[in-house]
């Protein structure tokens, strides 16, 4: 396998950050919880630009994701907020002519460099988009698909597992009597949560969230929110949302894209009761987006 080791992050610089410049916080940053302790950063990002071809589709980015926290990323459409998720596990790598450049570091190490083991990121971050992405097979191989793919098990460790990925999310119950049924015959948030088991399976440090709930009605949304909400005591999770007010319930703190730059982020309640920038307080309020 391929090594990722690199140096050390260098101490950090005054970067532009949305429609300021202002100071960058160190990869080594912390995150201060509630009670007072801290909780240091999973993934930096640094000076992140993206491309499709020739268009720039991320503009200097530089953003903390401290660790066993929610991350929301919100904006209007086309502002970059599933291009950031992208970058975060390196799946526009299959894509001819996308690329990045700039620094993200996943626990100190960059994950942007030509020598780092793609599958193993993956693993390390997992992703779950809008609409459910459940295989043709039953409920039991969907999630023993994701169990499988990073670890070598015997039947009754797989059993084990998939019971284990299932009850995490919060699925066990309404699906343990039919395990050998196909997957296509659950709910819509029924089969979001599969793919979360599924995407669990690879024990994941960090989980994607793209609009998980975006295609579903108000009481799976809930199901999937309070599903989340338990996931953040293991996993560091990055959950973009247009709905504002998911990301009032769910995020710790929230950062806000438009046009391509990450305008301003901050603790949840700074974003939604005192942001900084105008831009922000227009967004938010509904005057454009």
Not at 113 to 135: W, Y
Not at 164 to 190: F, I, M, N, P, Y
Not at 207 to 215: F, I, M, N, S, V
Not at 234 to 258: G, K, P
Request: include cysteine.
């Amino acid at each position: 396998m391929a090594s990722t080791d690199v140096a050390e992050s260098k101490p950090a610089a005054d970067v532009g950050v949305g429609v300021g410049a202002r100071r960058a916080p160190s990869p080594a940053s912390a995150w201060v919880n509630a009670d007072g302790a801290k909780n240091h950063s999973k993934m930096t990002i640094r000076n992140l630009d993206f491309y499709y071809g020739k268009t720039r589709a991320l503009k200097a980015v530089t953003l903390d994701i401290p660790d066993r926290r929610v991350t929301g990323v919100i904006g209007p459409s086309g502002c970059g907020k599933s291009t950031l998720l992208r970058v975060l596990n390196r799946i526009y790598a299959d894509c001819p002519g996308q690329r990045a450049t700039g620094e993200v570091r996943l626990d100190g190490k960059d994950i942007l460099g030509p020598g780092v083991d793609l599958t193993m990121l993956r693993g390390r971050v997992g992703m779950v988009f809008q609409a459910a992405t459940v295989f043709r097979m039953s409920i039991f191989d969907n999630v023993a698909l994701g169990a499988r793919a990073r670890e070598i098990l015997s039947h009754a460790q797989v059993d084990e597992r998939v019971e284990e990925l299932l009850t995490r999310a919060d699925l066990w119950a309404e699906v343990k009597d039919r395990l050998k049924d196909s997957a296509d015959g659950l709910s819509g948030g029924q089969q979001q949560r599969l793919c979360i088991a599924r995407a669990l399976g690879t024990r994941p440090e960090v989980l994607l969230l793209d609009e998980p709930t975006g295609a579903l009605d108000p009481a799976s949304t809930e199901a999937v929110e309070a599903l989340i909400m338990q996931l953040k005591q293991r996993l560091t999770m990055v959950l973009v949302t247009h709905n504002m007010e998911q990301a009032a319930r769910c995020a710790d703190q929230v950062a806000f894209f438009y046009l391509g730059e990450m305008v301003e982020a901050g603790s949840t309640a700074h974003i939604f009761e005192s942001p900084t920038q105008p831009r922000t307080q227009n967004y938010i309020t509904g005057k454009f987006g």
